[in-house]
């Protein structure tokens, strides 16, 4: 099945992202940038024009998607490496507030992955976040979180090893007191699902099953 024209990437995305991987160097890629137009950059766009209205239409809320960049910045990093040898995408809705879900895509030569949450939450946005799990929205969260997991969902683990101030060592949501951020993944067997008919229906219907996740965090926008 198909999503307004997509329904899968074509084998030779894996295949580009996995010799890249292996040729990790410019003149590498400068050689295979035809390549990568064409195996890669092409079928991300077709993708996201695909997966963004439905995404709309599940939410109620417009979204924009945003391609990450192959380019590596490796000004701060030891690892020197140019490329990333993966192709990463978000679609975030076009709303402004202290807690501001997405979605996320990612395919890597050795996983394939499909998930939504919050990655980074400002001061006044994780207080807003802690405020609303010490309250009676941290019972919400603590039942949907159960049930994800239970289905089969991967949840980021917590940042901090202590329940932060004021909140009690005893909260009964202290566990959920010591994430930054909060995130719920699937987890797909194997990367070679994304080159199969009917992957976009799938990768949709994976975002679906973790919609709690995603309505819990963005009633905390405003």
């Not at 079928?43 to 695909?50: G, I, L, V, Y």
């Not at 040898?85 to 879900?101: K, Q, R």
């Not at 939450?121 to 039942?143: T, V, W, Y």
Request: net charge neutral; aromatic share 10%; proline share 7%.
């Amino acid at each position: 099945m198909e999503i307004d024209g997509f329904s899968r990437f074509p084998p030779e995305t894996l295949d580009f992202l996995t010799a890249l991987r292996a040729n990790n160097d410019r003149d590498w890629f400068a050689a295979n940038k035809p390549a990568y137009e064409r195996a890669v950059k092409r079928p991300a766009e077709d993708f996201c024009r695909a997966m963004t209205p439905r995404l709309d239409e599940l939410t109620g809320l417009r979204h924009r998607s945003k391609i990450f960049r192959v380019h590596r910045d490796v000004r701060f990093s030891r690892d020197k490496t140019p490329y990333n040898a993966h192709l990463h995408i978000s679609f975030m809705p076009v709303t402004d507030g202290l807690l501001n879900p997405g979605w996320f895509f990612g395919l890597e030569p050795d996983r394939l992955v499909a998930g939504t949450g919050v990655f980074e939450l400002a001061k006044a946005g994780l207080d807003a976040f802690r405020a609303r799990i010490a309250g009676d929205d941290g019972n919400d969260l603590a039942a949907l979180l159960q049930d994800l997991s239970g289905n089969g969902a991967r949840l980021s683990e917590p940042e901090l090893k202590r329940v932060p101030q004021p909140y009690p060592v005893d909260h009964p949501h202290a566990q959920l007191l010591r994430y930054k951020s909060l995130s719920g993944w699937e987890d797909f067997a194997a990367p070679r699902l994304a080159c199969e008919n009917g992957f976009a229906e799938n990768c949709l219907a994976a975002f679906v099953r973790l919609k709690p996740l995603f309505d819990w965090l963005a009633a905390g926008r405003d």
